[in-house]
């Protein structure tokens, strides 16, 4: 089974092939670029070098947040309308959940900590540890703290193994805590498509029209709109 993974939840972007499980190829960008501009091109590179055409492709996966809400909204537009053109089931996974799958880096036993920079001190976060061969969920997607986060990860007393564009910024708060933490090699430490299609293989797809972002925040628009009413 072919499936097409897109990733556009942050500053970076990328997309991916895999076949039955296995990279085929990998698309990535931290050019700073809009993705709106690069995603969709960067989706045509990649099949055209791959010589696996869309109509091929059984199942197209994208990431739909938490994250950058025009991020978000790119990367869920760029997914539907690929799946409709050729009507292709689709499948939308967390970004915290395909993050976690940079954890098979992990030492054995490290709690697996993504977490992306939410602002207004806040990071988007979810925990998970490395099951038989996978990431199970000890926790929901959440926007939190920063201190509440430490108190948090404070109780498990294992290796923290930080993931995502926030993982630099926790691992220096963590150091602070005396808590044990460690990032990835770089081409591991942000967000990517691969990881998208992986939380896809044990889940079920649908259509397109039901493919919804997941954001976990109101947008900075709508709290000022909410402040307004008020």
């Known amino acids: 089974m072919f499936v097409l993974a897109l990733e556009s939840t942050a500053k970076s972007a990328s997309v ?3 076949r039955d499980g296995e990279l085929i190829c ?3 960008q931290n050019s700073g670029l809009t993705h709106s501009r690069t995603l969709l091109p960067m989706v045509r590179d990649m099949l055209k070098n791959s010589e696996v055409s869309l109509d091929e492709v059984d199942l197209i996966a994208v990431a739909i947040g938490p994250g950058s809400f025009t991020g978000v909204r790119i990367g869920v537009s760029a997914a ?3 799946a409709w053109a050729k009507d292709k089931p689709v499948l939308g996974v967390s970004t915290l959940e395909a993050m976690a799958w940079h954890g098979m880096a992990a030492p054995e036993g490290a ?8 602002r207004r001190n806040q990071v988007y976060n979810a925990l998970f540890e490395f099951v038989d061969g996978k990431p199970r969920r000890l926790c929901a997607d959440r926007a939190v703290s920063m201190d509440d986060l430490v108190d948090e990860i404070k109780k498990y007393e294992k290796m923290n193994f930080l993931i995502g564009d926030g993982a630099k910024l926790c691992y220096n708060y963590l ?8 990032l990835p090699p770089e081409p591991m430490l942000y967000q990517s498509a691969w990881g ?18 997941k954001y976990l925040r109101l947008s900075q628009a709508e ?5 307004r009413m008020k």
């Open 16 to 18: 991916a092939l895999c």
């Open 223 to 227: 709290r000022e709109r909410q402040e």
């Open 26 to 28: 990998q698309y990535y």
């Open 111 to 118: 709690l697996i900590c993504p977490v992306m920079d939410a």
């Open 80 to 82: 539907k309308g690929l």
């Open 196 to 213: 998208v299609a992986m939380a896809s293989l044990d889940k079920q797809p649908g259509a397109a029209g039901e493919l919804l972002p």
């Open 175 to 182: 150091k602070k805590f005396e808590l044990s933490a460690l």
